[in-house]
Each structure stands twice: as structure tokens, then as C-alpha cells.
């Protein structure tokens, strides 16, 4: 069996920033159903690492949604304090290799490439060989057709076309996520997502609507595949998963693992 990650699943919880704030959003709507989690996204950042965290993915929302590094110094705050206990990986609005470059100085490890990639795979071949070990790119999908521009666009291309196209670039991991279950709690693709990993030889970091301890065992059923890691939101501050459990569920996992 090829195993694309010879360590435990990746558990990363997610720290959406908007004005300031630690927020999360609905099917990545902007504009209504946003939950302010905690006023002090630093402060939300040690609270994960505390428990155990050993990566953190972040979300400029501000930054998606204008293009510009809105929430770079409280990344950076959280980088300096955090970043010699945690990787980061960091997204929204990644459209300039300047951009790329200002995230990566302020002590990220990784940054996530989502519209960009899909609308100007020239920029993304070019971060690639300029920044290679440190890009992911994400793949909003809808019905398996990825999502651009918010959402709100049709690319007309599968996931799975477009992981085989961005691997071949030199991408370290896809961050797959299905938008219709996206801070849903409705459970995660997890089909889906491992039908991606089978296609690719990248590790996939699995996204959107996990609820609960159940939908962690089915990921941990599709870790030979490829999924790798997973980002956690809305279920850890709605307290439908309690971070603690999960990541004691993956350890045991692995340490029923034979071979």
C-alpha cells in the first residue's frame, strides 16, 4: 500500500479573521450568519496549541475579500509566538508573488492558493518555483466542479483535473473542500475527498461540514489513500467536537496500525 504520510492524520483547527476578530462563516458567505468565536484571534491561537496543535490554518477573510494583507500583523503576533511550537499555514487573497512573499516573511509555513490558481495557473507555477515546500493549494468544489471567486463562479473543471495539473507544478497538498457542507456541520465528502487522493500522489487536506468524532473515523478509513490532514472550524467552537478527543482517536488509530 503507498502511504503518502507516514505519521499520524493531521488535525488543524482553523482561525477564520475578520475586523480583527475570530469568526466563522456559512458556505463562505461574507455577508450574513457570521459568528464572532473570540475577539482575540492570538489568544484563539494559544488556546490550540495548548491542546496539543501541531499545525494552524488561517484565513485572512478580509484579505480574500480585498485582495490586500488586511490581518498580516496579527498573523505575525501569532507566528512569533507560536511559530517555533506550531506550522502555520496561511490563506485568502493570495494573487501576488509580493503578497505570497510578505505572508511567507512574517513566519508562515505554508500559504493557500485558492482562485488564483484555478484563474491564472502562470502565477501559481511561478510561487511554485520561487516558494516549492511551501504551497497548498484549495479546491472549492461543488458537485466536484471547483468554485471560483467566493463561489460564486464555475471554473468547468474537476478537482481532479485540476490536483493532476497543480501536482505536476510542484504543489505540496491540496486542500480540498466541498462547499455545500462548508460550516454546515452536515458531515464531511469524505467519498469525495478520498477519490481525490487516489488520483493524486500529493498528500489531500480534507475540508468543510466535519461535525464529529464519526466523520474523523471515516477520514482515518481513508488515510492510506492520501487524506492526510483535515481542517477543523465551526465543530470545535460549537463544541460538536472536542479537540482533545479527536486528536486521542488519531492516536490511537495509528497505534493499531499493522503492517
Known amino acids: 500500500v503507498f502511504i503518502k504520510r507516514s505519521t499520524t492524520m493531521l488535525l488543524i483547527?482553523?482561525?477564520?479573521?475578520?475586523?480583527?476578530?475570530?469568526?466563522r462563516?456559512?458556505?463562505?458567505?461574507?455577508?450574513?450568519?457570521?459568528?464572532?468565536?473570540?475577539?482575540?484571534?492570538v489568544a484563539q491561537a494559544r488556546q490550540w496549541v495548548e491542546m496539543g496543535a501541531e499545525r494552524i490554518h488561517i484565513v485572512d477573510l478580509d484579505g480574500a475579500r480585498t485582495?490586500?494583507?488586511?490581518?498580516?500583523?496579527?498573523?505575525?503576533?501569532?507566528?512569533?509566538e507560536f511559530g517555533d511550537d506550531v506550522e502555520i499555514e496561511v490563506g485568502g487573497g493570495m494573487r501576488t508573488l509580493e503578497r505570497v512573499e510578505k505572508t511567507l516573511d512574517a513566519g508562515v509555513d505554508?500559504?493557500?492558493?485558492?482562485?488564483?490558481?484555478?484563474?491564472?495557473?502562470?502565477?501559481?507555477?511561478?510561487?511554485?518555483?520561487q516558494y516549492g515546500g511551501s504551497v497548498i493549494v484549495g479546491l472549492d468544489a461543488k458537485d466536484g466542479?471547483?468554485?471560483?471567486?467566493?463561489?460564486t463562479k464555475s471554473s468547468g473543471r474537476t478537482a481532479i483535473d485540476l490536483a493532476k495539473k497543480?501536482?505536476?507544478?510542484?504543489?505540496?497538498?491540496?486542500?480540498?473542500?466541498?462547499?455545500s457542507r462548508d460550516g454546515m456541520l452536515t458531515g464531511c465528502n469524505v467519498?469525495?475527498?478520498?477519490?481525490?487522493?487516489?488520483?493524486?500522489?500529493?498528500?489531500?487536506?480534507?475540508?468543510?461540514?466535519?461535525?464529529?468524532?464519526?466523520?474523523?473515523?471515516?477520514?482515518?478509513?481513508?488515510?492510506?489513500?492520501?487524506?492526510?490532514?483535515?481542517?477543523?472550524?465551526?465543530?470545535?467552537?460549537?463544541?460538536?467536537?472536542?479537540?482533545?478527543?479527536?486528536?486521542?482517536?488519531?492516536k490511537n488509530h495509528k497505534q493499531n496500525w499493522s503492517f
Open 145 to 151: 466542479i471547483v468554485m471560483t471567486d467566493g463561489w
Open 191 to 250: 467519498e469525495a475527498t478520498a477519490d481525490l487522493a487516489r488520483a493524486i500522489d500529493i498528500p489531500v487536506i480534507a475540508s468543510g461540514g466535519i461535525r464529529d468524532l464519526d466523520d474523523i473515523r471515516k477520514l482515518l478509513d481513508v488515510e492510506y489513500d492520501g487524506v492526510t490532514m483535515a481542517v477543523l472550524g465551526r465543530s470545535l467552537y460549537e463544541h460538536t467536537l472536542d479537540f482533545k478527543e479527536a486528536l486521542e482517536l488519531v
Open 67 to 80: 485582495g490586500k494583507p488586511v490581518n498580516l500583523p496579527i498573523i505575525r503576533k501569532i507566528s512569533e
Open 110 to 129: 505554508f500559504v493557500v492558493i485558492g482562485t488564483a490558481a484555478v484563474k491564472a495557473p502562470g502565477f501559481l507555477h511561478d510561487v511554485c518555483s
Open 25 to 41: 462563516l456559512r458556505q463562505g458567505d461574507l455577508t450574513s450568519n457570521i459568528s464572532v468565536f473570540n475577539e482575540d484571534p
Open 166 to 179: 497543480f501536482q505536476d507544478y510542484g504543489v505540496d497538498a491540496i486542500l480540498y473542500t466541498d462547499i
Open 13 to 23: 483547527p482553523a482561525i477564520d479573521i475578520k475586523d480583527g476578530k475570530c469568526v
